[in-house]
């Protein structure tokens, strides 16, 4: 059985732990990935944090396939829209507590080519890394 991503539904119960502990939720966001929708004077090497606080953003919206917000950067009010494959972590400004997630790769287009019958090569086995982010 495939089961859907697990990602957005930890991006929702990091948030809600965040702010039930009286803390800011910060997102880190590869804003190379097709689809994200961020105020690109503010990327940094490929990436952005944003701050998705219910005092920061109005109307955040964090659904299966893509989290969404309207916010003010630099005093402009800016429509953000951050797909979840683009989520690279969720974590608590004050004390960095959350979790980092892996880059996902984007998925083939379909079948192999060749189409032989033979078996599946063993994908190559990596290590996770972690980044401090402060």
Do not use: H
Not at 5 to 12: E, V
Not at 23 to 52: H, S
Not at 77 to 93: D, M
Not at 103 to 118: H, L, R, Y
């Amino acid at each position: 059985m495939v089961m859907t991503s697990s990602k957005p539904y930890m991006i929702r119960a990091i948030y809600e732990w965040v702010v039930d502990n009286d803390c800011t939720p910060y997102i880190l966001v590869n804003a190379l990935v097709e689809g994200v929708e961020v105020p690109q004077q503010f990327v940094q090497d490929g990436q952005i944090v944003l701050n998705i606080s219910p005092s920061a953003v109005v109307g955040l919206d964090v659904g299966n396939d893509e989290l969404g917000f309207r916010g003010r950067f630099g005093g402009v009010a800016q429509e953000v829209r951050v797909p979840v494959s683009a989520v690279l972590g969720i974590y608590a400004r004050e004390n960095g507590q959350g979790m980092l997630f892996d880059a996902e790769e984007p998925a083939p287009d379909g079948p192999p080519a060749g189409g032989g019958g033979g078996t599946k090569p063993k994908p190559a086995s990596t290590k996770p890394t972690l980044k401090v982010v402060k």
